[in-house]
């Protein structure tokens, strides 16, 4: 039986291909349940496409985790496997397929299949997609130009690093973030301990996007990080389930050596070792606490028990560094929805230690960047959700205010009091093409912030389009443009249009900014700003005043 949001992704599925979308981008959170979308949609979609249905995946342990759920919904249907040395039948209704096997030698092998029957096509972890395996196989399905129906799912809530995916993709249907699915009891909520190292990134160079394994692994490999990461794991999170995630091979065995050495029951597996089954089991068995991989359970693997994430593996890549922490939201076995839940579950939330190294040439990414804010943001233990919304109100309050430079969240009041009011500056990007007081979002993107707390965002997404979004006189408004320039005026025109009155406190004005303020606006300063001397300020200006009581009145007005 699908969730109700499950059914809410289904449904976006089948109306966006009846309005004629045929490529599709789902983007939701690990632990969403796409699989639970793959097994369903043979039966969901058969009135419109009744054809043979393909699913590609990269890895074998999301090939199988396929086969399994689409065959416990459908046991009438024929599925079958196509990797390495199985060949599918192409006349199977379900035929799931290693993307390497398929695409091998420009997909000659994919060319064997009837793609005229072929009507349903569905890529996993589809940030892959742009590659020429991938593009390969697209080609010689015919997927351009067609009617068959092609969803790609992905679990990064960013656009991925360097690549185009509206090359591949016309509409994301349907994006349900960790943040969401926190917020409605579907993930544990997620904590966070920042580690800082002596290490510099400096000298390492990046490759194909990311930075390069073996300089980075020579770099961070050290036993002073090492014990410094098994110190903290020991002071936070001592005897909890924990996947830890290194940089290189040696580099896990080095860190399962460390925290062995301190008396924790610690292993390292990896790709080719012939005892990985077995450790896995013992994982999940408890007989180890730590166990330490070089990238092979990003993707395929599910252990709910696991509850602590060692990102001991620097990343400027936000597709990978979403898949480390997914292997820790996921909800205990057979515990529903946690807002439901009766009694005090084994599972509530999940504990990151990253270790953040120190850089001034490389932009990394960190446990806050996963929900918009400042990577160099710490959150001092506490959880990522309750501190987005923390900064949220704040900006409520205070939306002149950048906070993309707040790094210690337990100085947000002293951050807010640090801030020069007199010398407010709008984002660049807004100065250039709006005449409204767009902000920088906590989270992202720009927030047009309007009485009665109502707002408008704009936002990038997957497919590099701007989103354009919010809600105004109780109506919910979402578009799309093609550039940042387009979106701001489209925007600024559904404001103008539904919302004429909020226009004097949002506009810009440039030709009375620097006017003195009237008796009319220092009343009102001194009513909003009670315990401060803004009012009295000699350099008040009109501009300023209206921009300080705009701010205050967009998230104090009711």
């Known amino acids: 039986m699908l969730r109700p949001r499950q059914v809410e992704a289904m449904t976006a599925i089948k109306d966006n291909y009846l309005k004629g979308i045929r490529q599709q981008v789902v983007s939701a959170c690990t632990g969403f349940g796409k699989t639970q979308l793959f097994a369903h949609s043979p039966d969901y979609l058969k009135d419109i496409l009744p054809g043979q249905m393909v699913v590609l995946a990269h890895r074998d342990e999301l090939l199988n985790h396929s086969i399994e759920k689409i065959h416990n919904a459908n046991k009438h249907l024929k599925i079958s496997k196509e990797k390495a040395a ?6 199977s209704d379900v035929i799931v397929a290693s993307v390497q096997s398929l695409g091998k030698n420009g997909a000659e092998r994919a060319k064997r299949f009837d793609w005229s029957k072929i009507d349903k096509i569905f890529t996993d972890e589809c940030h892959h997609s742009t590659g020429q395996t991938y593009l390969d196989i697209y080609n010689i399905a015919g997927i351009e130009g067609s009617n068959k129906l092609h969803v790609g799912f992905t679990a990064t809530p960013q656009r991925p690093d360097g690549k185009r995916l509206s090359e591949v993709f016309k509409k994301i249907v349907f994006n349900y973030p960790l ?32 930075l390069n394994e073996r300089q980075l692994s020579d770099t961070v490999n050290t036993p002073e990080r090492n014990d410094l990461i098994a110190r903290t794991w020991l002071e936070h999170a001592n005897g909890e389930q924990t996947i830890g995630f290194a940089v290189s091979i040696q580099h896990a065995k080095d ?21 990985r089954t077995e450790k896995l089991e013992r994982h999940r068995a408890k007989d180890i606490t730590v166990i330490f991989n070089c990238e092979i359970l990003t993707e395929g693997y599910d252990d709910w028990q696991v509850s602590v994430i060692i990102l001991a593996r620097p990343t400027k890549s936000n597709i990978l560094f979403t898949q480390m922490i997914g292997r820790a939201t996921r909800l205990q076995d057979g515990t529903g929805n946690l807002l439901d839940w009766k009694g005090e579950p084994i599972k509530s ?43 949220e109100e704040a900006q409520q309050e205070f ?3 950048n906070f993309s430079s707040l790094t210690d969240i337990t100085q947000l009041e002293s951050y807010i009091e640090s801030v020069d009011l007199f010398n407010i500056k709008l984002p660049e990007e807004v100065e250039k093409n709006s005449e409204l007081s767009w902000y920088t979002s906590a989270t992202g993107g720009f927030v047009l912030l309007l009485p009665d707390k ?3 965002h704009i936002q990038q997404n997957l497919l590099d389009k701007y989103e354009i979004f919010g809600i105004m006189n109780g109506k919910k408004y979402r578009g799309e443009r093609d550039t940042i320039e387009e979106a701001f005026l489209a925007a600024d025109g559904i404001v103008q249009k539904v919302l004429p009155e909020a226009l004097k406190v949002v506009r810009q004005d440039a030709r009375w900014h620097k006017d003195p303020p009237t008796k009319k606006q220092l009343r009102k300063l001194k009513q909003l700003y009670k315990n401060s001397p803004i009012s009295n300020n000699l350099n008040m200006t009109k501009g300023i005043a209206t921009k300080l009581i705009g701010s205050k009145l967009a998230g104090k007005v009711k």
Request: aromatic share 4%; with cysteine.
């Open 86 to 91: 199985l060949w599918a039948d192409g006349e």
């Open 255 to 275: 860190l399962a050596e460390t925290f062995r050495n301190a008396g924790i029951k610690a292993e390292a597996i990896w790709d080719g070792d012939p005892d």
């Open 399 to 401: 939306s002149f205010i």
């Open 349 to 391: 939330s999940c504990l990151i230690i990253d270790v953040v190294d120190s850089t001034s040439r490389h932009s990394l990414v960190t446990l806050p960047t996963l929900m918009g804010l400042n990577a160099g943001l710490d959150l001092r233990g506490q959880s990522l959700v309750k501190t987005v919304q923390q900064i």
């Open 179 to 210: 943040r969401k699915s926190i917020e409605e009891g579907w993930s544990v909520d997620v904590r966070g301990i920042r580690v800082h190292t002596k290490i510099s990134l400096d000298e390492v160079k990046s490759t194909a996007g990311d």
């Open 454 to 456: 109502q707002e408008v």
